[in-house]
């Protein structure tokens, strides 16, 4: 007797035809992308009307070649710079979490991350250091640089981006414990105010295990520092 039955868990479907389960990878990632590519651009005109006004009000002749299509230009760049927050931990780990019999400690340095001060609304950027202590369970080493991604793409300062990576981490995989540095230099010190071309800002975020024991913590710190 032919039967079908669906099952929905982490965005897959199994469906069940005659007793075999065929795999499938769920339609609702790809809708839920369309559907936030129409929000988009449902908010597009707006924006673009916004960022004539600023081009206007900064005495600019908006209507002049080289301006004509800088609106619209700037208004896609701001949306790809801030998709951070249509985008959470769980849509992109998916089944990207292993269970693993691994107890020591596992490190992605030198992720390179970009963002925009909130305040004032130009970039900073530099490397961001990843560091976890399993509890059985480990995570697919790229979904670590697409959660730094999730964060940075949103209006920030650097204390929040470097807890929001650690937290999520955390949240994800309930490790012994998570580490979180970032280095980053900062336009708003750099091309404004003091004008300091070569500051650089450094945050941290330790739990668990790199909180509470001070030669784990070592442990980490070196290996970041080492080539």
Do not use: W
């Amino acid at each position: 007797m032919e039967y079908q039955k669906v099952s929905e868990m982490n965005n897959v479907i199994v469906s069940c035809h005659n007793g075999f389960g065929d795999l499938t990878i769920e339609g609702k990632k790809r809708s839920e992308t369309s559907r936030k590519q129409a929000e988009d651009e449902s908010r597009l005109p707006a924006l673009q009307a916004a960022y004539t006004s600023i081009l206007q009000d900064l005495g600019e002749n908006t209507g002049r070649e080289g301006l004509l299509r800088t609106p619209l230009r700037a208004a896609k760049a701001m949306q790809f710079l801030t998709k951070g927050y249509h985008e959470t931990v769980y849509d992109i780990l998916n089944d990207a979490v292993f269970d693993e019999d691994h107890e020591e400690m596992v490190i992605v340095k030198d992720i390179d991350m970009f963002s925009l001060c909130e305040h004032h609304m130009v970039p900073f950027f530099g490397k961001v250091h990843i560091g976890y202590l399993p509890s059985k369970k480990v995570v697919g080493l790229s979904k670590l640089a697409r959660i730094v991604e999730i964060y940075s793409r949103r209006l920030q300062v650097q204390e929040r981006l470097t807890k929001q990576v650690a937290m999520a981490i955390s949240e994800a995989l309930h490790p012994v414990g998570v580490a979180v540095v970032i280095e980053a230099a900062h336009m708003c010190m750099v091309m404004r105010g003091v004008q300091k071309m070569n500051s650089r800002t450094v945050t941290s975020t330790m739990l668990g295990v790199f909180r509470e024991d001070p030669k784990t913590r070592e442990e980490f710190l070196s290996l970041i520092k080492s080539t």
